[in-house]
């Protein structure tokens, strides 16, 4: 089964500073790839989605990802960090197999940013 | 236009109680989602409809937890009696399906905080 890993339960960085939010994919090249945001007291809401058209992704608030085969990696960046980035992100991946429609989210990353 | 729309935003009760979570889902999407969400365990897909009909309810914990989509634009979350362990969120999504195939696009509602006393 596909499967997602974060590695960093929470981030912290300065306003201004760049932001690298890692994200793992097991071996099997996924048809797609997410990443989600969940803003304080909300729902989740998709940031930007991969689907093998191009490697770099660009979302919305300025978030893009790179797509690496290579690394197995699909690492979400923001050049400048703004206060209302703080928020929670996820990281998913559908099934290999499709007929089979559950989404698997990692276990997040608590971005805090800094004054 | 509206996205997923859940109720009760917030519910306290009682151990025992009966719960009962609405969902409606964004007009036209093929696909229902039920999660719930704590610090120790994370996000939990709990139940899917697709078109109505359940596809999917491994992820419900216990018999205590049943869910209902009577039709595409309601679904009810119920749990019968309710334990101070149910205490956590649970959102509802929706997703439409593109030229027949799941994309995986999901729209979150806010969610229904729960807590049990």
């Known amino acids: 089964a596909q499967s997602v890993t974060q590695l960093g339960s929470h981030v912290s960085v300065s306003e201004g500073a760049l932001v690298l939010l890692r994200c793992n994919y097991s071996?099997?090249?996924?048809?797609?790839l997410f990443w989600y945001v969940q803003y304080p007291n909300q729902g989740l809401q998709l940031l930007l989605k991969y689907t093998s058209a191009a490697t770099l992704v660009k979302g919305i608030n300025g978030f893009e990802a790179e797509f690496k085969k290579s690394e197995t990696s699909f690492h979400l960046t923001k050049p400048s960090a703004h206060m209302s980035d703080a928020a929670e992100y996820f990281c998913?991946?559908?099934?290999?197999?499709?007929?089979?429609?559950?989404?698997?989210f990692g276990t997040g990353t608590r971005l805090t940013i800094i004054p | 236009d509206a996205g997923v729309i859940q109720s009760p935003r917030h519910e306290v009760t009682e151990m025992g109680q009966e719960v009962t979570l609405r969902c409606k889902p964004i007009?036209?999407?093929?696909?229902l989602f039920w999660y719930r969400q704590t610090m120790m365990r994370g996000l939990e897909l709990l139940i899917y409809f697709n078109n109505n009909v359940p596809i999917d309810d491994s992820g419900m914990p216990e018999d205590r937890f049943s869910a209902k989509m009577p039709n595409a634009s309601f679904s009810t979350l119920k749990i019968q009696p309710s334990e101070p362990r149910d205490s956590a969120v649970y959102f509802c999504?929706?997703?439409?399906?593109?030229?027949?195939?799941?994309?995986?696009?999901?729209?979150f509602g806010e969610g229904s905080r729960l807590t049990v006393l």
């Open positions: 998913a991946v559908p099934p290999f197999n499709f007929g089979n429609e559950k989404l698997t």
């Open positions: 007009s036209g999407h093929d696909y």
């Open positions: 999504a929706s997703s439409l399906a593109l030229a027949g195939r799941y994309t995986g696009e999901l729209f």
């Open positions: 071996s099997s090249v996924p048809p797609y």
